[in-house]
């Protein structure tokens, strides 16, 4: 019987409630974005040159730098500095910002240190030389030359001439043999460019200030020190690490020295040909001696 009534009920107040929606409303239709256009020229990722990393620093900054940071390293220091309304201030160091000085020291000789193993690289790289490097394909233009420089000078060698006239002389005679044949062809390894100063890690820290900070450090780990007395865990702790990164870059220098002591050596090119030319001199002086006394 319920179901009877709910039908009639059904087909009669359903067209009085809405007589023209036979059906659930239409949904809307979703707006979206166009398609984004494709690009009409590829990706070109940038160059090497472009991505290089080169932070120029003048060389003459990093000593006060240092000095700055040595400052706020020592017991009892201070910062002055000027507020925003112009009033000047200065404030006691706490020990926590001691500590950040030292991090930052530590780090400039973790750089240095580095700029030192980089040096020694291309220091043995350098010197992979023969003496087919020595020898030019200009020396047949540049030998007469020399010799009639010397005659003029009144030496009786070409090899007594000094290093920069030499040098010019030949420089003249491989540029009129470039001219003429090409490029000289190297027989050795292509040199290391040298680092521009402004991007060298030369950071200096006197040895005397190095002592200074390990004596502090000592003085605030050691539980009978005086300054150990008055630091709270978390200092105590954090001058504890600082100490531990001193110790772990004494180790990597004390490392690097053993290798460059144990190691390969560089030959020393400039030298040898001093040596050269002592012996050619020397054996000069001797032959005239000898025939100012053949005695």
Not at 9 to 24: A, C, E, F, Q
Not at 190 to 212: F, H, L, S, Y
Not at 256 to 284: C, L, N, S
């Amino acid at each position: 019987m319920i179901n009877v009534i709910r039908d009639i009920y059904s087909k009669v107040m359903t067209p009085l409630i809405d007589p023209w929606n036979h059906g659930p409303p239409a949904t809307e239709a979703a707006v979206t974005d166009p398609p984004p256009e494709e690009p009409t020229v590829a990706y070109q990722p940038p160059s090497r040159d472009e991505l290089h990393q080169d932070w120029p620093l003048d060389p003459n900054a990093r000593a006060p730098i240092v000095a700055g940071l040595l400052a706020m390293t020592q017991r009892g220091a201070t910062k002055t500095y000027i507020t925003e309304d112009g009033e000047t201030v200065t404030v006691k160091l706490k020990p926590r910002e001691s500590l950040r000085a030292m991090r930052t020291l530590n780090a400039l000789g973790r750089m240095s240190l580095r700029q030192q193993k980089r040096d020694h690289q291309a220091k043995l790289h350098n010197g992979q030389k023969t003496l087919n490097d020595l020898v030019s394909p200009a020396n047949s233009v540049a030998a007469p030359r020399m010799e009639a420089e010397a005659q003029r000078q009144g030496l009786p060698c070409p090899a007594l001439l000094d290093r920069a006239t030499r040098d010019a002389i030949l420089a003249q005679a491989e540029k009129e043999h470039i001219a003429v044949h090409g490029p000289i062809r190297q027989t050795g390894p292509k040199p290391m460019k040298p680092t521009a100063p402004e991007r060298r890690n030369d950071w200096v820290i006197p040895k005397g200030a190095q002592i200074q900070i390990m004596n502090r450090l000592r003085d605030m780990v050691d539980p009978n020190g005086q300054e150990y007395q008055e630091l709270r865990p978390h200092e105590y702790l954090s001058a504890v690490q600082v100490l531990v990164m001193y110790c772990r870059l004494v180790d990597a220098q004390e490392q690097f020295d053993r290798q460059v002591a144990t190691g390969e050596t560089p030959f020393d090119w400039e030298a040898f040909e001093k040596e050269v030319v002592q012996k050619i001199r020397q054996a000069h002086e001797a032959q005239q001696q000898k025939q100012e006394d053949p005695a």
